[in-house]
């Protein structure tokens, strides 16, 4: 490309050091599409181990059934008898079109938004201090959120359905606007949001916290992949613990129009669930499967997050691209 006037070779790898193109130059470029990569896959992975745990939590979530962990695993038992294993992951197609660009998005944003305000606060390139790490998190999960919203209703109805009712993701698009108009695809949006400013706050900065004071501690650069799972599970504990009535409250609202129940405002429909249900049997509902399966899925992803975003860094830093 204007290096000269021999016709451009075939598509090999070169070493870093023997190109024109300046590191700074290339690297936010690299950096973003690795993010985005590697959230993805993060995200992919997460979701799949723990798709039938959260099939099942949803369906008490939109119930007024209650919830215990012998019911939750009884649940799980006769959906196998009844439909096969495979009906246990119901609704992970949805998942996955919903979860690998929200993950994608989470992560990289999480990245920008890092490096933004610490370049705007003065600690480019280092640790940022507790606020701007609370901020970080909670930028990155809100932007997710707002540009996948659609695929996580979806998702909550395929969950909460026969097969015959919805047979594909785009059978669901097409009946909720059709039947319920367009709006209903944004229902819960709000409660979503102000569950996620926490959550997803409250995740990054408890996973960067301890990923912080781990290499002050030891003296160690990069955490092993046992540690670094140990603390994307703490932080899933707290983050998912601290936001989990709103989570409660959008599934009820993104589910009403198949559960035949009434829920359009956020205050309202807490008024319903407390009223009928009581705030521990209903609000929190399913907490105890949340700190089963929650914290494995947030260490899940931060791990392979970091595993390979790391890898595909080391394969930079050793001198290679494609171009």
């Known amino acids: 490309e204007g290096r000269g006037t021999s016709a451009p070779g075939p598509l090999r790898l070169t070493p870093f050091s023997q190109t024109t193109t300046s590191f700074s130059a290339l690297w936010p470029r690299l950096t973003a599409l690795d993010s985005l990569l ?22 008490f979530q939109v119930s007024s059934k209650r919830f215990s962990a012998q019911e939750a695993f009884r649940l799980i038992y006769c959906t196998y008898v009844k439909d096969g294993l495979l009906s246990l992951w119901r609704g992970n197609s949805a998942t996955m079109v919903r979860v690998m660009p929200y993950a994608a998005i989470q ?104 990923k912080k004071l781990h290499t002050e501690k030891t003296k160690r650069s990069q955490p092993y992949p046992y540690e670094r799972l140990a603390f994307g599970a703490c932080a899933g504990l707290i983050g998912q613990s601290a ?42 509902k399913g907490l105890s499967m949340n700190w089963v399966k929650g914290p494995v899925a947030v260490g899940i992803s931060f791990t392979t997050f970091d595993i390979t975003h790391s890898l595909l860094l080391k394969l930079h830093q050793m001198g290679y691209f494609v171009h």
């Open 243 to 284: 936001s989990y009535p709103l989570d409660v409250v959008r599934r009820r609202m993104q589910t009403a129009g198949v559960t035949g129940s009434c829920y359009s405002t956020i205050l309202g429909t807490m008024r319903a669930i407390v009223t009928q249900e009581g705030v521990i049997r209903g609000l929190y």
């Open 38 to 59: 590697c959230g993805a896959f993060a995200g992919a992975v997460a979701k799949t181990v723990i798709a039938p745990l959260d099939r099942t939590k949803i369906i």
């Open 107 to 210: 992560f990289c944003s999480h990245e920008q938004y890092k490096r933004q305000l610490g370049s705007y606060y003065g600690y480019q390139g280092k640790a940022l201090p507790p606020f701007p790490r609370f901020l970080a998190g909670s930028l990155a999960g809100t932007t997710a959120a707002m540009l996948t919203y659609p695929l996580d209703t979806v998702r909550a109805r395929m969950a909460v359905t026969a097969k015959e009712m919805y047979s594909n993701i785009m059978h669901v698009f097409v009946r909720i606007s059709q039947e319920e108009g367009v709006k209903t695809l944004y229902r819960g949006f709000t409660p979503t949001i102000l569950g996620v400013i926490p959550y997803a706050g409250i995740t990054f900065f408890t996973y960067e916290t301890l």
